[in-house]
């Protein structure tokens, strides 16, 4: 049996409730269907599809192997954006700073599981947080999305990495599976 995984930064919980304060101000607010659940915070580092347990177990173990040297780095949560066009949003987001070190981590990753034989996605990689996703067509109310946040300082610590498992009709979605440790 297979499940839907992906590989993750997760984010502390005082950043998740800074995040999770945020969303609720604009919930009901902006045109979208679904809101991150507090706990589903994170960034995405790539995205694996259905895997079984046999072929998780061998990605973690590489991954472990070969990330074993890879050093813990901090990340700050800049600015807001959308992906989609503004009219018709699909996905509002937080942003992060441009991390070499992250952008690297990413790459690494990408490198081993297309080792491992995964396909991966082909865009160019935009670490994001989403806050809200789905635009809703039938939102009767004007509105406009944000893109500025006015808090400064919000930063945290990237000291691993998390295999989490998707399941779409619970709350949180994400279950973590396995941790990495970066040093």
């Known amino acids: 049996m297979s499940e839907h995984v992906f590989l993750a930064v997760p984010l502390p919980s005082q950043i998740k409730e800074k995040l999770d304060a945020y969303a609720k101000e604009w919930n009901g607010k902006l045109p979208f269907k679904k809101w991150t659940f507090l706990e589903d915070f994170h960034i995405t580092l790539s995205f694996l599809g259905p895997v079984t347990y046999t072929k998780s177990k061998e990605l973690v173990k590489q991954l472990r192997e070969e990330l074993c040297n890879g050093k813990s780095f901090t990340l700050s949560i800049r600015d807001l954006g959308i992906f989609g066009s503004s009219d018709q949003p699909r996905v509002w987001w937080f942003g992060v700073n441009k991390s070499n070190d992250l952008i690297e981590l990413q790459n690494q990753i990408r490198n081993i599981c297309e080792e491992q034989g995964f396909s991966l996605e ?57 941790f990495i440790k970066l040093i």
């Open 122 to 178: 082909k865009r160019p990689y935009r670490p994001h947080i989403t806050i809200a996703k789905k635009f809703n067509d039938t939102f009767q109310s004007n509105f406009y999305v944000p893109l500025t946040w006015d808090q400064k300082g919000v930063s945290f610590e990237v000291n691993e990495i998390v295999l989490y498992k998707i399941q779409p009709a619970k709350k949180p979605s994400y279950e973590p599976m396995e």
